[in-house]
């Protein structure tokens, strides 16, 4: 952005910006000096009105990945940038491998008799009421699912396909081998409860969203579903992708037309059909089914009483045919823009959300997209009153990132290095809510301090509490999801809130679990017991269900733009980094001890040693507590760029310490050596994942499913090659940990 940004300056701005004081950061510093004015110009120019306007535009039509709907979306917010006054938008192309559907071809489950005529079909596709267009069908389908036809009488019902579900299923005996298993949505990711299954033998998996999940019923014991309530009506699918990791045929590489391309045989994709079902289809399925009663936490909320399995009345068989075309090469388009930094417009705060959604994105990623061009519309009203960032914002709108993490994967393998080194932090926004009852982030520990930092300037959209006395977002947060294993203050309440852990669930993967820029995720959740987006992927995911049934006011969807626009303010105008070390110091420490505990009979048992590693932790905690120290005896007010250079790229390099060029043990496109997906569920992260990928027997590949309590022999060939991995997987963290504390001190010893 440069300054013949034509926009107008109005006196308004300006008086309205002093009529606002009131309602927000009444408990804002004292100091009258820039950065607060610009905080409250900031805060202000965040319009629910506008954000209301752009996300009206995103989800006018269904726009998954690489559809005419998708480039609609994508060349909208390249159209919106453009009059916001951005002269430097630019489009990223990559070709990628897709999952879809010919819609002459569609999916199908049906069961059949013995002797072979069809009883009964599940429906193909969705529509939701308030599309006008009558001609719009979503086919129900799972990408990257195998294309191939199963047909069983072998149907077993695991009920979240959970690993402690299988566990739990292995005292009946079942043979799961070659049967068709049927599981809930909900409580891990979709692509993890099929590898699970694939692990087991599965001829196929067909996935319901059940009623106690999407539809439970209301303290009247009635059951409204959209488009009267948020919860799921009987024919609501949910679609999803069962992949996360960049594009198939280009691993660890950017998806360019020229690049090398791995032959199709060589590309990691599940090998057993996979099915979405409505509650309504699922019932039909599940009311068939013989065999032992399921135990009572797996019955769900059908009218049925929910069996086990393996055969089904009559001699019946369930058929599932799937069609998906798995090699779909498609160009998707990144839209990115940026306001260049004055002092160091080579480091950048990257802000991403991806613009392509299942269906119509009301939720699921629009909301979020709408946000962006509403921060993106408040960053160039301070431009415009004379901010200028010390460093680089970008904006990034994310392609395919439904279709496996794909648009922000490949960009961070096109410009890996480049971004590793100057990218201070990633912020991203994919969906702005799954309730209203409290906020909810998940970062790295040195984000804690920023992220609560920022979210005591929010005004609290949640107008009940405001009237109780709790003014910002933060008050909220920290009364209803405190983190209680912090600190309490002198009367018990916990001092700071909760933040979660990333896992690979949306674009933050690359950027951290690949590059090792901290980063963070924002959104609203409902209470723990109730259903978080029951209409989550569904056709029902539109404007109307955003709107009027969730945030009525788009109140919610203010605070989290505000949440962004003050982080990208603080990020990229503050002299020193936000980052707090001291923190992730604090947590590693903790977490370390916390493995230590759980492990350590186990480790001794295979001799292996840890007395290096350990003192590597307390080596980086100290080094943390230190560089904090001295950091703060600096008077960042007058400091000298260069010092604060260095300071900077201290903190920078510090997390860049952790990454492993070679990838974990078995996950060759994840770096991180201290946090990763966990392999049983990759929506959260996992601590050392390279110790931990071999200690928890039910996540490896191996035959291995039981620890034993004999004692270590070295004619075990199990534990032999168990104890040589794991200390492999010790001395790899010992040392990025011994690295990284070097990064601490700026001369090389
Ligand atoms: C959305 O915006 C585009 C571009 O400005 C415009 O052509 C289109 O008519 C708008 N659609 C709606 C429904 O507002
Ligand atoms: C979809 O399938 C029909 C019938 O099998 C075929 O004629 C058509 O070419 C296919 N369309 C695409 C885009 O592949
Ligand atoms: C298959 O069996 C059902 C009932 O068992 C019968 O109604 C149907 O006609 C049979 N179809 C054929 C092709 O034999
Ligand atoms: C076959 O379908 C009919 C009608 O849908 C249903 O009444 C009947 O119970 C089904 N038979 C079996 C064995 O499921
Ligand atoms: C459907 O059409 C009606 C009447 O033209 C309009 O009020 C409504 O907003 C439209 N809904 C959508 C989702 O376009
Ligand atoms: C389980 O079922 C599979 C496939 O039918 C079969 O090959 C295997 O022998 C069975 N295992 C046991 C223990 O019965
Ligand atoms: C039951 O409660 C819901 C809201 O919780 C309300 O919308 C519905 O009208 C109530 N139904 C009856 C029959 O009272
Ligand atoms: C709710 O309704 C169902 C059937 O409609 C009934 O079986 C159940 O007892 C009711 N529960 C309560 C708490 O009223
Ligand atoms: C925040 O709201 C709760 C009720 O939700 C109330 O108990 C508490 O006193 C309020 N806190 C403040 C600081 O006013
Ligand atoms: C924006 O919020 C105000 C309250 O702050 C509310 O009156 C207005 O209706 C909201 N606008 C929209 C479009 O929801
Ligand atoms: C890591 O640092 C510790 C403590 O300084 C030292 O004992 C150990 O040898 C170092 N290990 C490596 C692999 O550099």
Redesign the pocket.
């Known amino acids: 952005m440069r300054s013949s940004l034509v926009i107008t300056i109005c006196a308004s701005i300006t008086a309205m910006v002093v009529i606002i004081v009131v309602t927000m950061v009444v408990t804002l510093s004292t100091d009258t000096g820039g950065p607060v004015n610009y905080h409250r110009l900031l805060l202000h120019s965040i319009?629910?009105?506008s954000?209301?306007h752009f996300l009206r535009n995103l989800t006018q039509k269904p726009h998954p990945s690489g559809s005419e709907g998708d480039k609609e979306v994508w060349g909208y917010v390249e159209e919106v940038w453009r009059q916001q006054g951005y002269d430097n938008v630019r489009r990223e192309s990559y070709q990628v491998v897709i999952s879809t559907l010919n819609s002459t071809n569609p999916n199908k489950v049906s069961t059949v008799r013995t002797n072979g005529t069809t009883n009964w079909s599940a429906t193909t596709w969705q529509t939701s009421p308030d599309n006008n267009n009558t001609n719009t069908f979503i086919y129900n389908y799972n990408g990257f699912s195998a294309t191939d036809t199963v047909q069983r009488s072998s149907v077993v019902y695991v009920n979240y396909g959970l690993e402690e579900d299988y566990e739990e299923l292995k005292d009946t005996k079942i043979n799961l081998s070659d049967s068709i298993l049927i599981m809930r949505y909900g409580q891990n990711f979709r692509g993890d409860k099929v590898r699970s299954a694939e692990r087991r033998g599965a001829a196929a998996v067909l996935l319901y969203s059940d009623p106690a999940d999407v539809a439970p019923p209301t303290n009247n014991n009635t059951t409204t579903t959209y488009p009267d309530s948020v919860y799921a009506p009987p024919d609501a699918v949910q679609l999803g992708a069962l992949r996360l990791q960049g594009d198939l045929r280009t691993p660890g590489y950017p998806a360019f037309e020229w690049a090398y391309h791995l032959a199709e045989s060589e590309w990691d994709l599940p090998t057993i059909p996979v099915h979405p079902l409505s509650y309504q289809d699922a019932s039909h399925i599940l009311s068939l089914m013989k065999g032992a009663e399921a135990p009572p936490h797996w019955q769900g909320g059908l009218d049925l009483v929910y069996h086990l399995g393996p055969g089904l009345a009559d001699g019946e068989e369930v058929r599932i045919e799937t069609n998906n075309i798995n090699n779909d090469i498609t160009t998707l388009t990144n839209v990115m823009t940026m306001i260049e930094g004055s002092q160091e417009p080579d480091r950048y705060v990257v802000l991403g959300n991806h613009h392509d959604a299942w269906t119509y994105g009301g939720v699921d990623p629009s909301g979020a997209t709408a946000a962006l061009l509403e921060v993106s519309r408040a960053l160039v009203s301070l431009y415009n009153n004379g901010w200028r960032p010390l460093r680089t914002v970008v904006l990034c709108a994310w392609g395919g990132e439904e279709q496996g993490i794909l648009g922000s994967t490949e960009f961070t393998e096109h410009l890996g290095a480049v971004l590793g080194d100057r990218t201070v932090v990633y912020l991203n926004l994919d969906m702005i809510m799954s309730g209203t009852y409290s906020f909810d982030a998940k970062g790295v520990p040195h984000l804690h301090d920023a992220i609560f930092s920022a979210a005591k300037l929010v005004p609290n959209p949640d107008l009940a509490e405001v009237e109780a006395g709790n003014t910002t977002l933060y008050d909220t947060w920290v009364l209803r999801r405190p983190d209680n294993l912090q600190e309490t203050d002198v009367e018990g309440a916990a001092t700071t809130p909760l933040v979660g852990t990333l896992g690979t669930g949306s674009d933050f993967r690359p950027f951290f679990f690949n590059l090792g820029v901290p980063s963070l995720d924002m959104v609203f959740v409902p209470e723990q017991s109730e259903p978080s987006l029951p209409l989550y992927h569904t056709a029902y995911e539109t404007y109307h269900l955003a709107?009027t049934l969730m945030d009525?006011?788009?109140?919610y969807h203010?605070a989290a733009a505000r949440m962004w626009a003050v982080l990208a303010y603080e990020f990229s105008s503050q002299t020193i980094l936000p980052l707090n070390l001291q923190a992730f110091g604090s947590f590693l420490q903790a977490e370390w001890d916390r493995f230590f505990k759980e492990f350590r009979v186990e480790l001794s048992r295979l001799q292996v040693t840890t007395d290096h590693l350990k003192e590597a932790v307390s080596k980086l905690r100290t080094a943390t507590n230190t560089f904090h120290d001295n950091l703060q005896s600096v008077n960042t007010d007058d400091i000298q760029p260069l010092v604060a250079r260095r300071y900077n790229d201290a903190m920078m390099l510090m997390d860049r310490c952790l990454l492993s060029p070679k990838g974990l043990q078995g996950r060759p496109l994840i770096n991180h050596v201290v946090l990763a997906p966990k392999w049983s569920n990759e929506y959260v992260w996992e601590v050392f994942p390279g110790l931990r990928d071999l200690l928890q027997p039910t996540t490896t590949t191996t035959t291995t499913t039981t620890t034993t309590t004999t004692t270590f022999t070295n004619s075990d060939p199990d534990d032999t090659r168990k104890a040589d991995q794991l200390r492999q997987q010790v001395a790899i963290l010992t040392h990025h940990l011994n690295m990284s504390a070097a990064a601490l001190t700026f001369t090389p010893w």
């Open positions: 319009d629910n009105t954000i209301n709107t009525p006011h788009l109140l203010q």
